[in-house]
């Protein structure tokens, strides 16, 4: 349907086909609209800056936001699998690449990074997410705002960038999208805010609020969190948006009355920016002649907006150069980087040897499912930007490597047993895809149950009954219930979704042209009932020690520990560790370890440091990440490895929103994941 506004002769071909025009030119010419999203070319974004700036009354430039949240025509890794590569510089590179890609496009603005701490697998933006653990959440958090934003965002390669969602969006209730938060203000500050703080300490441009209500207010309509918490105690200086449509929902959520409440609600709240609900442009006048709010309440709102047109440079050059994108899109040193990205971030979770093939002894390799041959399927949520004309899916890789194809089944397309049959005929070995589909994952798509799929099921049954091995890859958004692939095959890698070049980093591992090092950040649960699961909970009076202990914490139907925890991710070789020593310091307790390849091949250890504090007057969880470090060890070689622990890292926040640091007994856990029983004590 047409809207006001001008179109061009191509515009207007298209739309005779039926597409929908949603034109806002003349708000724009009018002054109405401040900022867009959903436009990502140079020419059309040029344009409407050209509206707002040459035909508008006070020609100012439009902020255009964009969700960039793994990549734009070079899509890296979803964020959720990015995590698992331990690598702060990475997280940096990755987002300096896709901040050069967007604002080449026109981009000054992007929606990412999002920094939900995300404890539920049910949740399907727990894809989006950097797993379940706070420490690195921080320091990821840190480095995107270096990467997008740099230190001028007047950079035509910078961007600003939005820490999201503020706050605790990760916790709704039974991993339902939208769904209410309910919690203490200690374990907020405990687990979901420290992020946040890292990323406003970083000089994170924007802040976006979440849509989901905290004990009962929406976040925002919430003074609490976003005047006396975001602006007065973390010091945040600059742009607050709402969510899409966040501040009109306040009226589903019982919490404003109406559209012209929410609106006024909202500004008390400190929200700067309206997304999508038109509460402000609707109603803000309308507020003012009922001196309901004060001009400088909406001043404020404006001031910050401006601020930062100002700091990216708008006033000086609105316009991008339409020949830029072009130029830099997926050029080499981008595709690299993200092949780089994939082969860091892949994790293997099972190996019974079959891995890295050996092409002497696999003579007639197969590879079946539907997740391997898509491109879509290498992309996952919120990529909407990626060039598929670079991308290399795992069928196009393995064909390379003289692999053969049958699809045989999908996650939704039922298992073809003739095809299957005819297929598997004279292979000797399998490469099987299992998971979800990039559509599963991401916004409003949370799923009660997160096994596999039937089609998937019955795929495991024909391959275990046909006793050729089988080596299990997954393609999924979340963590996922596979104790199946656990039990039944040889070997099972997390590929998750790796972006463009997710055929060429998977071929390498499996052909053991990369020896893959990639950890967990999140449990995979036995089952989707067990969800929320997660590596750094509470001990409980009655801790289960094993899958029948009576009396104690567990489901009589489910399992003690996860199929697969925190931390986890195996290599080619084998890593030990010895000599853990602690030196209690002024500030710090110094932790050294010696780690030795005792296996056959080099490879990385991503070493990682845990505590746990025995005893304190709020209990504490049974593990808590505070360090880890990437080694390069090559085989027979060891190295001393040392985190410094500062006594401040042992601290928690007490009913009364204290940060407080008790004395007390506490183990440190030193391993290559979350289940590392090495440890040492000290008393502090
Ligand atoms: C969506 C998401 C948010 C995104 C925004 C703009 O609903 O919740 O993460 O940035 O709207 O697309």
């Known amino acids: 349907m047409l809207e006001s506004g001008r179109i061009t002769l191509k515009e207007y071909e298209s739309a005779q086909k039926g597409d929908i025009f949603d034109r806002n030119e003349d708000e724009i010419r009018a002054g109405r609209i401040g900022s867009m999203l959903g436009v990502a070319e140079p020419e059309k974004i040029n344009r409407l800056q050209r509206i707002a700036v040459e035909e508008s009354r006070l020609h100012i430039p439009l902020l255009i936001g964009c969700d960039v949240i793994h990549g734009f025509n070079t899509v890296f890794p979803t964020p959720l699998a990015e995590s698992c590569c331990f690598d702060d510089e990475l997280f940096e590179q990755t987002a300096t690449v896709s901040a050069k890609e967007a604002r080449a496009a026109g981009i000054n603005w992007i929606f990412a990074p999002m920094i939900d701490i995300s404890r539920d697998a049910r ?64 374990k907020l500050y405990d687990v979901y805010l420290p992020p946040f703080k890292n990323a406003i300490d970083a000089g994170v441009a924007s802040v976006m609020t979440s849509f989901n209500d905290i004990n009962g207010v929406p976040v925002t309509t919430n003074k609490r969190l976003l005047k006396s918490l975001l602006r007065e105690d973390l010091g945040f200086e600059g742009v607050v948006v709402s969510d899409a449509s966040a501040i009109e929902e306040t009226v589903n959520h019982g919490y404003s009355a109406n559209s012209l409440e929410a609106a006024k609600n909202a500004l008390d709240a400190g929200v700067d920016v309206d997304m999508i609900s038109r509460s402000y442009i609707d109603f803000l006048e309308e507020l003012l002649k009922q001196k309901r709010i004060k001009i400088e309440d909406i001043d404020n709102a404006v001031r910050n907006v401006l601020r930062l047109k100002i700091a990216l440079g708008l006033f000086d050059n609105p316009y991008c150069d339409e020949k830029e994108l072009a130029a830099i899109s997926c050029k080499k040193e981008h595709l690299n980087l993200a092949k780089k990205s994939a082969l860091h971030s892949t994790v293997l979770l099972k190996n019974n040897g079959v891995l890295p093939i050996n092409k002497n002894k696999f003579k007639n390799i197969l590879l079946i499912g539907e997740l391997g041959a898509k491109i879509s399927e290498n992309y996952g949520c919120w990529a909407f930007y990626g060039k598929d004309e670079y991308a290399v899916t795992l069928k196009s890789a393995l064909e390379k490597e003289g692999v053969n194809y049958a699809e ?42 997160i096994s596999l799929s039937k089609p998937q099921k019955k795929a495991v049954r024909y391959l275990k009954n046909s006793k050729i091995p089988f080596i299990s890859v997954l393609y999924n958004g979340r963590p996922m219930c596979i104790p199946e692939l656990d039990e039944d095959s040889d070997a099972v890698i997390e590929a998750w979704q790796l972006g463009t070049k997710a055929g060429e980093a998977l071929a390498d591992i499996i052909f053991g042209r990369f020896n893959p090092y990639g950890k967990l950040t999140t449990n995979f649960p036995y089952k989707s009932g067990e969800c929320p699961s997660y590596y750094n909970h509470m001990s409980t009076g ?21 199929v697969y925890s925190f931390g986890q991710g195996l290599s080619y070789t084998d890593f030990e560790y010895s000599n853990l020593k602690l030196e209690k310091q002024k500030n710090f307790v110094k932790v050294s370890v010696k780690v030795a390849n005792v296996g056959k091949v080099d490879g990385h250890e991503t070493v990682q440091l845990y505590i746990h504090d025995k005893f304190a007057s709020k ?11 990437k080694v390069f ?3 027979g070689e060891s190295k001393k490895i040392e985190f410094d622990l500062p006594y401040d890292n042992l601290g928690f926040y007490n009913e009364n929103l204290e940060y407080v640091v008790e004395k007390g007994e506490f183990e440190v856990f030193v391993g290559t994941d979350s289940l590392c029983t090495y440890k040492a004590e000290f008393t502090l």
Request: aromatic share 12%; charged share 30%; proline share 3%.
């Open 542 to 562: 009655r801790p289960a020690s094993s899958n029948s202990a009576p009396w104690t914490s567990k489901y009589d139907d489910g399992r003690v520990k996860p």
């Open 408 to 449: 045989c089944y999908g996650v939704k397309k039922d298992f073809d047993e003739q095809e299957f049959k005819a297929a598997a005929a004279n292979a000797d070995l399998i490469i099987a895809t299992f998971g979800e589909n990039s559509s599963m994952s991401g916004e409003a798509h949370s799923y009660a149950d």
């Open 619 to 629: 209990v504490r969880p049974v593990r808590e990440l505070k360090g880890y470090k």
């Open 123 to 186: 949740w399907g933006r727990i894809a989006e997410s950097m797993g379940q653990d706070t420490f690195l959440a921080q320091r990821y958090a840190e480095r995107k705002v270096k990467g997008y934003q740099g230190d001028d965002l007047s950079s035509k390669e910078k961007i600003a960038c939005c820490a999201k969602h503020f706050l605790a969006y990760g916790a709704c209730e039974g991993g339902k999208d939208y769904n209410s938060v309910d919690m203490s203000f200690s």
């Open 633 to 635: 060890l090559k085989r």
